[in-house]
């Protein structure tokens, strides 16, 4: 069984309930809760928040019942790992064991099904202990990212012999895109970190990857939700 899981916290020092902020008409949570609920692959689904308004929103649309999460996994500086480690065992509790953990980020809302059913495809294919999902970074420590030494002077920030005069002629580097995870159940159990074991990328595109942190950020995704919808709407049937 492949158990969804979504992490909803109350609390957002950048945007105000950015969870529950309506996003294109519904609460941005409902933008991946719906993908989890729409997959055929996912045989439950848990959504892990303090927030008692976001937790009966989840249920009334079929989330297990594992009640608000503990006070210590709420704060600011609660680790993902640790939100994941309490949502597996509460929902096994309910369902039995799981073969994947599946996280979908809800703050990163522009992710497609096809994005979904990638990263697993992948997991089944290569049997890692955690696929998660990462993009091509736009700027690269190898050719234009930068840092200033003791004197304020500045260098590449991973210099390689005889330089690197391209992006093209750099090492590919990856941003890590809060979007989509699937990880092996054992392995979350186990480790205390998401990069103690074999983490792979799956890319997906930039444009799918917009992660909400600011009010630029919200209104970014909206005119591309919004695009996308009308988009939607044009196409031939």
Known sequence: MIIGHIGARKGSKGVVNKNFRELCGKPLIAWSLEQLFHSSRVGAVVVS??????YDYAVERGALKIGLRPAHLATDSAPKWGVWQHALAAAEALVGPADAF????????LR??????????????????MVMSVCEARKNPYFNLVEPDETGALHVSKPLPGGVWSRQAAPKVYEHAASTYVVDPDYLRRAKTIYEGRVIPFEMPP???????????????????????????????
């Open 207 to 237: 444009e799918r990857c917009v992660d909400i942190d600011s009010p630029f950020d919200f209104k970014l995704v909206e005119l591309l939700m919004q695009e996308r919808l009308s988009n939607d709407e044009q196409a031939p049937t």
């Open 112 to 129: 497609l099904p096809e994005d979904i059913d990638g990263a697993l495809d992948l997991f089944e294919a290569e049997h890692p202990d």
């Open 102 to 109: 599946l996280d979908l980020d809800c703050t990163s809302p």
């Open 49 to 54: 928040t303090d927030d008692p308004e976001i």
